[in-house]
């Protein structure tokens, strides 16, 4: 089976710099020998290319640098439907997480010509369900995934027309514990599922990835996982700008990425917020890199 990596390094969508070096570190942190070494072939990777900051201005208050993130989203949503069309898995490594609108767009538009709808599961420390009107900081890594169910701006609830990208009964939320005051009853009203820390503290990550797959995979083609790094604890990823205490620990991460290996639906995955320059040594990537290892399929034994 062959890989597609696509490097998106964006931080358009966050206040703290620095997500735009992901790419750089993750190969660092030897990526793709890492996927080859499981047995899978790294056939391409593809750049998709970003702006930078201090080359933009946004007037855009309440959805920062929407413009910019439009564009590369586009851009990336067209990279994943061609290569999800060629047969490749697209591993999709950020920049923050505003992406997610491009990278799942692209999918579903892909399974949509085929009539077929895609499963989400987004792991996260917040719900990243802000809207415009909604969002405390106009940020639009907090926006992406109320975009992927059809609210908010119609520009990026429209990539490749996909409206809405996802089905929310077939989105499931793993991990949250930060959300905002006006972002909680979009939550609860969306129909989206939601796991937080306390129902994995209740009863276990085992069985809310068990519960998580039966809904994602419930009348789907396939899921994808779109993973914020900064659902993990902070003491295991301490490389991601908007760190919250009292994560998903590190074997609970790796049980989840485990248990999508074996279901063997998973289309996809994107890993986002590495901020290597609030790292230590390159840790985070390099922990990130065995998620996403366990992810492909690698077992202990
Ligand atoms: N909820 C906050 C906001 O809307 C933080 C979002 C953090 N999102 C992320 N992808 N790290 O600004
Ligand atoms: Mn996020
Ligand atoms: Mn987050
Ligand atoms: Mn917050």
């Known amino acids: 089976q062959a890989v597609h990596i696509i490097n998106v390094p964006l931080d358009l969508g966050a206040s703290r710099r620095g997500t735009d070096a992901g790419p750089s570190a993750f190969r660092v942190a030897g990526l793709s020998a890492a996927l080859q070494r499981l047995g899978y072939t790294v056939s391409q990777e593809t750049d998709i290319p970003v702006p930078a900051m201090e080359t933009r201005k946004t007037d855009n208050a309440s959805a920062r640098?929407?413009?910019?993130?439009?564009?590369?989203?586009?851009?990336?949503?067209?990279?994943?439907?061609?290569?999800?069309?060629?047969?490749?898995?697209?591993?999709?490594i950020g920049g923050d997480h505003s992406i997610?609108?491009?990278?799942?767009?692209?999918?579903?538009?892909?399974?949509?010509?085929?009539?077929?709808?895609?499963?989400?599961?987004?792991?996260?420390?917040?719900?990243?369900?802000?809207?415009?009107?909604?969002?405390?900081?106009?940020?639009?890594?907090?926006?992406?995934?109320?975009?992927?169910?059809?609210?908010?701006?119609?520009?990026?609830?429209?990539?490749?027309?996909?409206?809405?990208?996802?089905?929310?009964?077939?989105?499931?939320?793993?991990g949250i514990r930060d959300i905002d005051r006006i972002e909680r009853e979009i939550i609860n009203k969306s129909g989206v599922t939601a796991f937080t820390m306390r129902e994995i503290d209740e009863i276990g990550m085992a069985r809310v990835?068990?519960?998580?797959?039966?809904?994602?995979?419930?009348?789907?083609?396939?899921?994808?996982?779109?993973?914020?790094?900064?659902?993990?604890?902070?003491?295991?990823?301490?490389?991601?700008?908007?760190?919250?205490?009292?994560?998903?620990?590190?074997?609970?991460?790796?049980?989840?990425?485990?248990?999508?290996?074996a279901h063997g639906g998973m289309t996809s995955m994107e890993v986002v917020e590495l901020n290597p320059f609030l790292d230590h040594r390159n840790v985070s990537a390099e922990r990130a890199v065995t998620l996403i290892q366990s992810a492909f399929g690698r077992s202990i034994l």
């Not at 892909?110 to 599961?121: N, T, Y």
């Not at 993973?227 to 295991?236: A, I, Y």
Request: net charge negative; aromatic share 4%.
């Open 65 to 92: 640098f929407k413009d910019e993130i439009l564009t590369v989203c586009q851009e990336l949503a067209s990279t994943t439907l061609q290569v999800m069309d060629a047969g490749e898995i697209p591993l999709v």
């Open 209 to 261: 990835a068990r519960r998580a797959l039966e809904i994602v995979n419930d009348g789907t083609a396939g899921f994808h996982v779109s993973f914020d790094l900064d659902g993990c604890d902070p003491e295991v990823i301490p490389g991601t700008g908007t760190t919250v205490p009292g994560g998903v620990s590190y074997r609970e991460a790796h049980l989840l990425l485990e248990e999508c290996a």
């Open 100 to 174: 997610a609108m491009g990278t799942v767009s692209g999918l579903s538009a892909h399974f949509a010509k085929a009539q077929k709808r895609l499963g989400l599961i987004w792991f996260d420390a917040h719900g990243d369900m802000n809207l415009p009107e909604s969002s405390p900081s106009g940020n639009i890594h907090g926006m992406p995934l109320s975009h992927l169910i059809g609210m908010g701006d119609p520009d990026l609830s429209n990539i490749l027309g996909a409206h809405p990208a996802v089905d929310v009964k077939n989105v499931v939320l793993i």
